[in-house]
């Protein structure tokens, strides 16, 4: 039963809407990634395969291999150019809000010199804060690239969002939030 909640959540990140997705990247800046022709997935991290089932990892392959291939990248099963590795991070977190009302006070200033004295007004108000507490997830797609030939990282980009449980935007999210990740490689999309 956990595990299928997790397996729901980790992909709901996905579902949510682009513009709450953060996007960060890293890359070698030495590299030439024009050099590069083909690309291949390595497979999945093994804890990614514990929280997604095989139509999403599927879909998010595909949205990957979409853009890749927007950019003159061609996905070969073995030998190419780039291996591109994925992954699933998923971490609970809490948030905390408060909210705090004043009532009372009204005329202003009562009394100087801590409450005694002369002074105006009907007196002090009063405050209360109320503080409430959620907790959510967070889920957060890596995808790590490496030149096969130098066997080294070149490129990594990650999403990291709040996790969404409505399953029904998936197929039409998930290229959404990997074109977000894939702005910020160094090769732009052909038009």
Sequence with gaps: MKKEFLISLVVGFL????????????????????????????????????LMNDFDKKRIETAFGNEFSKRNLEYVEGGG????????????????????????GYGGYY????????????????????IDEYDYNEGTLVVDIFDAKEKKLIWEGIGKNTIDENPQARERNIPKA?????KQFPIKPVQ
Excluded at 112 to 119: L, V
Excluded at 178 to 182: F, L, N, Q, S, Y
Aim: with cysteine.
């Design 178 to 182: 990997v074109e977000a990740i894939m």
């Design 111 to 130: 009394g100087r010199y801590y409450g005694y004295g002369p002074g105006w007004g009907w007196g002090m108000g009063h405050s209360s804060t109320v």
């Design 15 to 50: 579902l949510v809407s682009c513009s709450t997705l953060q996007v960060t990247s890293d890359w070698d800046s030495s590299v030439d990634f024009t050099q590069y022709e083909t690309f291949e997935y390595y497979g999945w991290a093994e804890e990614s395969d514990q």
């Design 81 to 104: 150019d780039l291996i591109v590795t994925l992954f699933i991070v998923v971490k609970e977190k809490t948030q905390k809000t408060a909210s705090t009302t004043h009532m009372g």
